[in-house]
């Protein structure tokens, strides 16, 4: 699973995904790849979230193309043991989370035809708690 | 370069209100401006969807406003990210004979043998900034990659260009790569040895407890 290498500090605050965010302003393009799954909502995803549905698109396409995960997940998600008493500290991290936007590109693929692309991509998305939408890349110049 | 027609209309309220109420019917507002010309325009939005909705950066548009004619290309295009819609249009007004920046697409030409062999094409850059006359201005660059190889890579010097274009990106980048395929590792995931383990963790702490 993804998780940062080292941290500046363990614990941190981590935000909200709030509904009706704007939309991203990054990592909104198909960049490396020929097509790409975008998010249509604002959340938290966790690191588990984007491995399995990484393995849910390697696992269908089997052999040939190429995957690249464009989200990171870089914030700690800190929680207290069961059956404790409050006080006593914040919990200890328990999982690592990706903030993704409407419109973030989460994951692209290359090297397939459009219908396998498009059915990993589904599975994939059904593996994530947004929303999700297949886009395909426009090289430039094409009409 | 071939030159294609655009009718644009002048708009006279310009706030956020007028421009929605613009795109609610079927218009989409732009701006004019360049070789000492500024207008807040509007264009028809099917028109537009017709014949430029692809329209790279180098393509040359005669935009009739009132009586007047423009010539133009479209430096910024402004698209809703989730519906793909087009919200803004930047227009830049060009001048015969005045030396202009613009982007200029790539067009990759042929299958490379790597495909053939199980490779994967990446093409790293779509466009190119040049400097040139506007009647310079090429439709695109072909670059043949039909003899590239797993592994092998085409960079920015390897384009053939005419004389009177000059290239501003940076040579040395890589346009287009031929990478190998990754085959699939894992019989069994990650995921799911760490549910069992966690299972059995879990298991453990609660038979203490108890």
Redesign the interface.
């Known amino acids: 699973m993804l998780s940062p290498k080292r941290t500046k500090y363990r614990k941190t605050h981590r935000g909200r995904a709030i509904p009706n965010a704007k939309r991203a302003q990054r990592g909104n393009e198909v960049s490396f790849g020929d097509y790409g799954l975008i998010s249509m909502e604002n959340m938290q995803i966790s690191a588990r979230q984007i491995e399995a549905a990484r393995v849910a698109m390697t696992r269908h396409i089997k052999r040939g193309g190429k995957v690249w995960i464009r989200i990171f997940p870089n914030i700690p998600y800190t929680k207290k043991p069961a059956e404790t008493r409050m006080g006593k500290g914040k919990g200890s991290p328990e999982k690592w989370l990706a903030a993704v936007k409407p419109g973030t590109v989460m994951f692209e693929i290359a090297g397939v035809d459009v219908n396998l692309a498009e059915r990993a991509v589904e599975l994939a998305g059904s593996k994530l708690p947004v929303k999700t939408k297949f886009v395909v890349r426009h090289h430039a110049g094409w009409d | 370069m071939e030159s294609t027609q655009l009718v644009a209309k002048r708009r006279e309220t310009i706030n956020k209100g007028s421009t929605r109420a613009l795109r609610r019917s079927g218009r989409i507002p732009a701006i004019l401006y360049g070789d000492g010309v500024l207008r807040a325009v509007s264009i028809d939005a099917k028109e537009w969807a017709h014949s430029f909705?692809?329209a790279?950066g180098n393509k040359v548009i005669g935009l009739k406003l009132d009586n007047d004619e423009y010539k133009v290309l479209v430096k910024d295009t402004q698209r809703?990210?989730?519906s793909g819609g087009v919200m803004h249009i930047d227009f830049y007004a060009i001048r015969a004979g005045k030396k202009l920046s613009t982007?200029?697409?790539?067009?990759l030409e042929g299958t490379p043998k790597g495909i053939i062999e199980?490779g994967?094409?990446?093409?790293k850059i779509?466009?190119i900034e040049v400097v040139c006359l506007p009647e310079d201005i090429p439709?695109?660059f072909a670059i043949d990659v039909s003899q590239l190889e797993v592994g092998d890579s085409l960079h920015v010097s390897d384009i053939p260009t005419p004389r009177e274009v000059e290239i501003r990106t940076d040579v040395h980048l890589t346009v287009v790569v031929i990478?190998h395929?990754?085959?699939?590792e894992?019989p069994v995931?990650?995921?799911e040895e760490?549910v069992v383990e966690e299972i059995a963790i879990g298991d453990g702490s609660e038979e203490g407890?108890e």
């Open positions: 909705q692809y790279s809703d990210i989730l982007v200029v697409p790539i067009h199980g994967i094409l990446e093409q779509e466009e439709d695109f990478t395929a990754k085959a699939v894992e995931s990650e995921i760490e407890a």
